[in-house]
């Protein structure tokens, strides 16, 4: 309960910081955007947490490509699958949050902002069509943008793995 007595770890220069904060802005305002003149829904509350992850710690097996898509695709089909086969109530969302964090360690895809799809299709009983719009192409699109982004602007290469 003591903790171990480590440090916190090293802060950021301010142009990283500066630039993690763009590319977010870039990848947030340019799904909000999308989403009012399309009319199509791409951004989830979830989609933040993945660009603080992806923008700030690429490094990060939580933050490569596979891991981003598929976490999302897959926190988004267990709310769907549970939304569709279970009574809502308390514990469906567990169980469907549950199942997802099960699923991304079998296969390898955990992407923890990725765990409130499930909670997040409950809150808005969508159709099965969450899991192309906004869930995939949301997502998609965030990798796109980390893509140019850390390519163009860092020495290391990005993504560190695809599959």
Same mark, same amino acid.
């Given at each position: 309960?003591?903790? !171990? %007595?480590?440090?916190?770890?090293? /802060?950021?220069?301010?142009?990283?910081?500066?630039?993690?904060? #763009?590319?977010?802005?870039?990848?947030? %305002?340019?799904?909000?955007?999308?989403? /009012?003149?399309?009319?199509?829904? =791409?951004?989830?509350?979830?989609?933040?947490?993945?660009?603080?992850?992806?923008?700030?710690?690429? !490094?990060?097996?939580? +933050?490569?490509?596979?891991?981003?898509?598929?976490?999302?695709?897959?926190?988004?089909?267990?709310?769907?699958?549970?939304?569709?086969? +279970?009574?809502?109530? &308390?514990? +469906? !969302?567990?169980?469907?949050?549950?199942?997802?964090? %099960?699923?991304?360690? #079998?296969? /390898?895809?955990?992407?923890?902002?990725? +765990?409130?799809?499930? =909670?997040?299709?409950?809150?808005?009983?969508?159709?099965?069509?969450?899991?192309?719009?906004?869930? #995939?192409? %949301?997502?998609?699109?965030?990798?796109?943008?980390?893509?140019?982004?850390?390519?163009?602007?860092?020495?290391?290469? &990005?993504?560190?793995?695809?599959?």
């Amino acid at each position: 309960m003591r903790g !171990d %007595g480590g440090s916190p770890p090293p /802060r950021s220069s301010l142009s990283v910081i500066v630039a993690t904060v #763009l590319a977010a802005v870039i990848v947030i %305002g340019g799904l909000s955007y999308l989403t /009012r003149e399309l009319e199509v829904m =791409l951004l989830l509350g979830s989609f933040a947490a993945s660009a603080l992850l992806v923008f700030a710690y690429p !490094d990060s097996p939580f +933050c490569q490509p596979r891991n981003v898509i598929i976490g999302h695709l897959i926190g988004a089909l267990a709310g769907l699958f549970f939304l569709q086969f +279970c009574h809502v109530s &308390w514990w +469906c !969302d567990a169980l469907a949050v549950g199942a997802a964090i %099960g699923v991304m360690k #079998l296969t /390898r895809t955990v992407h923890p902002p990725a +765990c409130s799809n499930p =909670l997040i299709v409950f809150a808005l009983k969508p159709g099965w069509t969450f899991l192309l719009f906004p869930t #995939l192409t %949301g997502a998609v699109l965030i990798v796109l943008v980390a893509l140019f982004y850390h390519n163009l602007r860092r020495e290391a290469r &990005w993504p560190k793995y695809w599959l």
